[in-house]
């Protein structure tokens, strides 16, 4: 059974960086038809993607983020993190990774099949 | 991009169907048959419904549909049950560089 588990700081300083790791148990990071993925909920409001991540490092951003936003991978370890620079209030949310198959060519997906509980992150001095 | 829309909320009696639509545009739903959804409970984490518009995962209930027409897909659900009541996501697929982009979220309620 396949879990996903996000941690990291709960409170971070504005204007400092957000980091969190995701910790896949279960299966592999290194399978080539999975994609794994971060997304994000401010309080009372809905979901966003931020970013997704190949195990060979092959990353994608929303472009809303992207300038501040790095995702890495560590299969060694079987994680992969989350980086948010300059963080301001507007970046307090539920942040959430998760598995999305892809396929192989030309049987392509595009969802999120599991997800991580979620953490809570509060931007606040 | 921007969020797919969603009415703020649907609600219906125990028994009865109801649908939630999701409007996006001819560059996201219109575009590619990669509409999923996601049922999310108070405090907890999303949970694959739909995926590619109709195609429902291993262990979910089949009173849980999915349609698209156009720039707009639908989710159905019939026989509502209390258990129904939750926040629903619709997602498309957007582009090579915006991969996903979620709908506003509807929240169901059961009467």
């Known amino acids: 059974q396949l879990q996903l588990q996000e941690s990291g700081p709960g409170l971070v300083k504005p204007s400092e960086t957000l980091s969190l790791t995701c910790t896949v148990s279960?299966?592999?990071?290194?399978?080539?038809?999975?994609?794994w993925g971060w997304i994000r909920q401010p309080p009372g409001k809905g979901l966003e993607w931020i970013g997704t991540?190949?195990?060979?490092?092959?990353?994608y951003f929303n472009p809303s983020l992207k300038s501040r936003v790095a995702i890495s991978v560590d299969t060694s370890k079987n994680q992969f993190s989350l980086n948010l620079s300059s963080v301001t209030a507007a970046d307090t949310a539920v942040y959430y990774c998760?598995?999305?198959?892809?396929?192989?060519?030309?049987?392509?997906?595009?969802?999120?099949?599991?997800w991580g509980t979620g953490t809570t992150v509060t931007v606040s001095s | 991009q921007s969020a797919l829309t969603q009415p703020a909320s649907v609600s219906g009696s125990p028994g009865q169907s109801i649908t939630i639509s999701c409007t996006g545009t001819?560059?996201?739903?219109?575009?590619?048959?990669?509409v999923s959804w996601y049922q999310q409970h108070p405090g907890r984490a999303p949970k694959l419904m739909i995926y590619d518009v109709s195609n429902r995962p291993s262990g979910v209930s089949n009173r849980f549909s999915g349609s698209k027409s156009g720039n707009t897909a639908s989710l159905t659900i019939s026989g509502l049950q209390a258990e129904d009541e939750a926040d629903y996501y619709c997602n498309s697929f957007g582009s090579s560089s915006t991969l996903y982009v979620f709908g506003t979220g509807t929240k169901v309620t059961v009467l």
């Open positions: 001819s560059s996201d739903i219109g575009r590619y048959n990669y």
């Open positions: 279960g299966g592999s990071i290194s399978s080539n038809i999975y994609y």
């Open positions: 998760a598995r999305e198959p892809r396929g192989i060519y030309p049987y392509y997906y595009y969802y999120m099949d599991v």
């Open positions: 991540i190949y195990y060979s490092g092959s990353t």
